[in-house]
């Protein structure tokens, strides 16, 4: 893509604007707590005091509106002590000649680095740099350095005890995420009628898992029927590919087949019926049909006057083999599902979990701080993007700071606020961001200023505007980050408003250092940058490691059934569809980048990339139909199925080492484990198990074949398929 093509479609992103607006009783909780702060402080402490308090709580506040699952009063604490310390450390140091740039670069150089440890704690770790700079104008002694940083903090205590006292929707993001799963599990099934190869979209239950870990608080007052139904999903996921996979399941064509289409169907409107009854917390409500009743009698009774088939799966006597062993096993989940949601069982956990009561209990804040600093550890290397960021984040800031200083401008901290509103770690949200906030900076501080002017309002008319704006900001969060702008720049003029200053001088001056803090933000981006399809052979070698990890423990599951290998499995599932999501991520962001850029495989394309991933997503397909059949406990061993799946795991490994170092990609030892696991299957009677590890297999070898295809530049014969990321 050309420069130009880039930066016009990034300007395009910054400034579109969506329909969607935040709850309004959420934004308008934030703004009521912000108000709470605002005018109290400024009857008893004067203007500057409450600048500071107002800043901590809108920045608080701001925070407890990050995609997280945390308790919001626990964000908003925890951004206000940040704040207050930030607020605190730079009125001593601004008092000292030459320690405040000092300090701006330190605490600059550690807002970049907390993007190690997640968005969230990105984003608020940026917001503290811009609350130093604004709230640090005149030198102040200890004392009052003190104060300034308390009622800072004070703004993220109030924000959590509104928070508490009004709590407007507790649980309706962990509601609306396990929803999704299941609704699109149901857009699965239906995608599975016409395409039995199709893949599922692992995000919803990406973020599922992260919504279902819990605080202690929490997994108390969890609503019971919440509980297991994760799970639950994701033992479906395997089981309607194995059902609808033609080497495993049903075959291509005939009766068998039709049957399974109306297995598919029945379970999509059930599914769809799941998510609309964990979505409202309304009882289940299935479409009055007799296949869906099939399927999850006896939880449901059918429609008075409708008979239920005499197999609750539907299969009807059509089904063969493994292909009705996965009807009645979808059967069984759907039927588990129900009760759970009609009678909300705490006892359907079936699935390994971490910790008592089947909870993945997520510790508090605090104990997150060992944690946190191992990611910031890992990412403290210069190849490192996130160190990357934090070092252009640091220089950025600081020189937009010398710049604006050295110029003479009053208001100078405008310049560096913004370059550190701007940077990101990618191009993309770089760019798009500065324009949004140029744009919405410049109306914002136009429309405010132009009320100051004309209307010259009091303390308090300007106090009851700036908490309007709050409400404005927080209310237009996920329509457009350029409108959103707007709402934070009339906040903040009207804010320092308070302040003594001619209203259209400042406008002026706010207006140019806006541009003067973006154009320094967007130069130093395009002349250091971070280019993301430089790391895309990194995120491929670590996503086919992790397939393969994952393969291979489902694999050690049919030699020795007994041993407890769900956890293992599960692990290594997690592991890949990370690693998966981090490779879709960094493509994305590769898509958006100007120029030419070399994939960071030597030799490699990134067409050639492209053809790689499909093949490691049919690798981990492959993988989910053979955990879709995981035999019991009881079930007799496969000789010889340890040995393959640790060959693969070995194989893949190496493969992956030899994509970053520009060696030739050789599964020969694994053809060579496959046709030995094969001679010992041969050996074993025949049976469901048996049958279904020969074609699993058979998949996993044709997969890794298709790999190496792809990254030697020979054409498949069979296309270029679509990414078959079913393992995520």
């Given at each position: 893509?050309s ?32 108000g ?9 402490g004067g ?11 809108f ?16 964000l ?7 704040l207050?310390?930030?607020?605190f450390?730079?009125?001593l ?5 030459g320690?405040?740039p ?20 990105g ?5 503290t740099v ?6 640090v ?5 200890v ?26 929707g ?27 190869t ?19 608080w ?6 019971p ?8 999903a ?13 080497k495993?399941g ?15 169907a ?12 964990i ?60 009760d ?40 403290a ?9 934090a ?9 937009a ?10 208001h ?7 370059a550190?509103m ?21 109306v ?22 700036a ?18 702008t707007?709402?934070?720049?009339s ?25 003067l803090?973006?154009?320094v ?11 993301q ?19 291979a423990a489902v ?6 059934p007994?041993?407890?290998r ?8 997690l ?6 999501s ?15 850029h ?6 490699v ?6 053809r ?7 690798l ?28 693969l ?19 020969g ?9 094969e001679?010992?299957?041969a ?12 074609a ?23 296309g270029?398929p679509?990414?078959?990321g079913?393992?995520?």
């Open positions: 893509m420069w130009f093509a880039a930066l016009r479609d990034t300007a395009r992103t910054g400034l579109t604007l969506d329909r969607t607006l935040t709850d309004p009783k959420r934004a308008a909780r934030g703004a009521v707590a912000v709470l702060v605002l005018f109290p402080t400024l009857a008893l203007p500057s005091l409450a600048t500071s308090a107002a800043m901590g709580a920045i608080a506040g701001t925070a407890t509106f990050q995609r997280s699952f945390r308790p919001r009063a626990s908003a604490v925890a951004a206000g002590i940040g207050g310390t930030s607020t450390l730079g009125y140091a601004v008092g000292v000649f320690l405040f000092a300090l701006l670069a330190v605490w600059a150089f550690g807002a970049g680095l907390a993007w190690a440890i997640g968005p969230t704690a984003v608020v770790a940026a917001n811009s609350v130093m700079l604004i709230v104008q005149l030198p102040v002694g004392l009052a350095a003190l104060g300034h940083g308390l009622v800072a903090a004070l703004g993220g205590v109030v924000q959590a005890a509104v928070i508490t006292l009004w709590p407007i507790s649980w309706t993001a962990q509601r609306a995420a396990l929803a999704d799963t299941y609704a699109e599990l149901g857009d699965y099934a239906r995608r599975l009628r016409q395409d039995p199709a893949h599922v979209d692992p995000a919803p239950f990406m973020t599922a898992r992260h919504a279902a870990a819990l605080t202690p929490q997994d108390r007052h969890r609503p029927e919440l509980r297991g139904l994760r799970g639950i994701e033992r479906i996921r395997p089981t309607l590919a194995a059902l609808a996979d033609p495993v049903a075959p291509g064509e005939g009766p068998q087949r039709d049957r399974a289409r109306e297995v598919l029945a379970s999509a409107e059930a599914m769809d019926a799941l998510a609309r009854a979505r409202t917390g309304d009882p289940v409500r299935l479409p009055r049909t007799a296949p869906v009743y099939a399927l999850v009698a006896p939880a449901v009774p059918p429609p008075t006057g409708s008979a239920a088939p005499a197999d609750p799966s539907v299969a009807g006597g059509r089904l063969q083999g493994a292909a009705k062993r996965s009807a009645r096993r979808l059967g069984g989940l759907l039927r588990k599902a129900a759970t949601l009609d009678r909300g069982d705490v006892d359907t956990v079936t699935m390994p979990v971490v910790g008592a009561g089947g909870a993945l209990h997520k510790p508090p804040l605090f104990r997150t701080l060992p944690a946190a600093l191992r990611a910031v550890r890992r990412q290397r210069p190849r490192s993007a996130v160190f990357q960021h070092v252009r984040l640091t220089g950025v800031v600081t020189a700071y010398l710049l604006a200083r050295a110029a003479g401008f009053q100078g901290y405008w310049a560096p606020m913004t550190a701007v940077m990101r770690p990618d191009f993309a949200q770089t760019y798009s961001r500065g324009v949004a906030r140029l744009a919405g900076t410049v914002g501080v136009a429309v405010s200023t132009l009320v100051v002017q004309l209307a010259h309002p009091g303390e308090w008319v300007l106090a009851a505007l908490v309007l704006c709050v409400g404005g900001a927080y209310l237009t969060l996920r329509t457009g980050y350029a409108l959103m707007v709402g934070i720049s906040y903040v003029v009207f804010l320092l408003g308070l302040q003594q200053g001619d209203p259209l001088t400042t406008a002026f001056e706010r207006v140019g250092l806006t541009l803090g973006g154009s933000a967007l130069v130093t981006y395009a002349l250091f940058p971070t280019w399809t430089a790391r895309l052979g990194e995120r491929l070698a670590e996503w086919l490691a992790a397939a393969g990890r994952y393969a694999i050690d599951g049919y030699e020795d007994a041993a407890p769900g956890r293992e499995v599960r692990t290594a599932l592991d890949s569809r990370e690693a998966r981090e490779l879709l991520q960094a493509m994305e962001r590769a898509d958006a980048e100007p120029g030419r070399a994939s960071g495989l030597p030799g394309s990134r067409r050639r990339i492209d790689a991933r499909a093949a490691v997503g049919r981990g397909r492959a993988a989910v139909v053979l955990e879709a059949h995981l035999p019991a406990a009881d079930a007799e061993p496969v000789p010889g199925a340890a040995a393959f799946a640790e060959e795991r070995l194989g893949t490994a190496i493969a992956a080492a030899a994509l970053l170092t520009g060696r030739p990609v050789d599964f030892a694994v053809r060579g484990a496959q046709a030995q696991l001679k010992r299957l050996e074993v009677p025949e049976g469901v198990q048996r049958e279904v590890l020969w699993g297999v058979r998949l996993l070898t044709q997969a890794l074949k298709d790999l190496e295809r792809a990254l030697r530049g020979r054409e498949d014969v069979r270029e679509t990414d078959g079913m393992e995520a």
